[in-house]
Structure formats: structure tokens, C-alpha cells
């Protein structure tokens, strides 16, 4: 159990509707990325917050978006949904807002598989 | 623009040690070598990392070559349960996202 805890497990939906993932970093984790994973892509990062503020941003489309609240859990957003958005979608957390370059480590979630029909 | 270059798949015979190699002829001197692995669609986990000099923790060792153009990483005794995919990812201090490329495929076989 990396402390990691991502909602929901699973998730089915229809083309064109809005879902929101959300995700609760490791207790004192500042840090939360936002990674997506799918058969043909492998894992992409989409983006990362530290502490409320976004830091970095990968190959995230406009219809997704994302925040940090104040409690530190994460919610990324992806709307208008179409059938290649059927992947798992993976949250990490760090500490520090680059990896804490004495451990390297950051600690994934179990995922979210989200189903497009 | 993955900066490591890792074979697609191996097999290793359960309980013989696993040497997965990985060839990062790029890196730059104030990057480190990380290694995560992912089982079967979970969340991918941290192996280990090193900078210029070998590393080992409980689960694997890091042998970084002496020009760190290359380096292996070693599962002792292989058991069934590391069969996974293993990603050798190269990153400096001021990157903030780990880069996955496509990884080695290990399977451990009885």
C-alpha cells in the first residue's frame, strides 16, 4: 500500500460526459502528478501541483483539467469525453515539489480505470 | 524523447538472478538513473536510483557503468511475483515528472 489513494477504482461512462478522478497524496506529501495510461500510449504524465499550485504540465488535453485544494487531495476533471480517453489514470505524490532527490521516489496509486462507451 | 533505451522483453528462470540492462548514452552528469517497475496494470513502483556509484536496497542492486552510459539492474533471486514491467528512467534535479518509456517486460518463469 504505497498511502496513495485514488477514486474511484473503476468508472464507465458514455461519450461526451464529464468525470472527475480524485485523488488524497500520502499523509505531509506536498506534491501530486497526474499520470494516464493506455494501450497504445504508455504512461504519460499530464500534470503536477505542489502545494495548491500547479508546477508542470505534460500532454494534457484542454477538455482535462485539474486542481489541488487546500487539503492537498487533487481532482483531475476530464470532460467531453471521447472513446481514446479509455485508460487508467494514475495519481502520484511526493514531498518535495521536484522528487526529493535523496530518495527518488514517488508513490503511485492503484489507478483509476476509466471506460468510455 | 525518452533518454534510455531498454530490450523489450526477457524471461528469467524463477530463483537465477535477473539483470535487466538499460542504456542511457545520453545522460547528463547531474542526472540520476531511476528504476520503478509495474505489475500488471498497479501502480508503478520505485526500485532504486543512483547517481555514479552502485546501489542496493532489499529489493534489487543498481551496477551504473563507470562512463554511466549503461547501467543493470539486479533482482537477486527472481520469484514469480517480479514478473512486471521495468522502466529505467534517467532524471535531472530539475525535472519534475518521471518519464516512462515502453520498459522491459520481464517474465518469470517456473
Known amino acids: 500500500d504505497s498511502g496513495v489513494t485514488q477514486t474511484p477504482k473503476h468508472l464507465i461512462t458514455a461519450t461526451g460526459q464529464r468525470v472527475t478522478l480524485r485523488c488524497s497524496p500520502r499523509?505531509?506529501?506536498?506534491?501530486v502528478y497526474w499520470y494516464q495510461q493506455s494501450l497504445d500510449q504508455g504512461l504519460q504524465f499530464l500534470i503536477q501541483y505542489y502545494n495548491g499550485e500547479e508546477r508542470a504540465k505534460g500532454n494534457i488535453l484542454e477538455r482535462f483539467s485539474a486542481q489541488q485544494f487546500p487539503d492537498l487531495h487533487s481532482e483531475l476533471n476530464l470532460s467531453s469525453l471521447e472513446l481514446g480517453d479509455s485508460a487508467l489514470y494514475f495519481c502520484?505524490?511526493?514531498?518535495?515539489?521536484?522528487?526529493?532527490?535523496?530518495?527518488?521516489?514517488?508513490?503511485f496509486g492503484e489507478g483509476s480505470r476509466l471506460t468510455v462507451l | 524523447d525518452a533518454k534510455t533505451t531498454q530490450p523489450p522483453s526477457m524471461d528469467c528462470a524463477e530463483g537465477r538472478a535477473a539483470n535487466l540492462p538499460c542504456n542511457h548514452s545520453t545522460i547528463s552528469g547531474n542526472e540520476y538513473v531511476y528504476w520503478y517497475r509495474q505489475i500488471h496494470s498497479q501502480g508503478p513502483q520505485y526500485i532504486i536510483h543512483?547517481?555514479?556509484n552502485n546501489e542496493t536496497n532489499e529489493m534489487a542492486s543498481l551496477i551504473i557503468t563507470e562512463d554511466r552510459k549503461s547501467s543493470t539492474l539486479i533482482l537477486p533471486h527472481a520469484t514469480l511475483r517480479d514478473t512486471a514491467v521495468y522502466y529505467c528512467i534517467v532524471r535531472g534535479p530539475n525535472d519534475y515528472k518521471l518519464s516512462f518509456g515502453a520498459g522491459t517486460t520481464v517474465t518469470v518463469r517456473a
Open positions: 499523509s505531509g506529501d506536498l506534491s
Open positions: 543512483g547517481l555514479k
Open positions: 502520484a505524490s511526493s514531498v518535495a515539489p521536484v522528487q526529493d532527490v535523496n530518495t527518488g521516489e514517488l508513490f
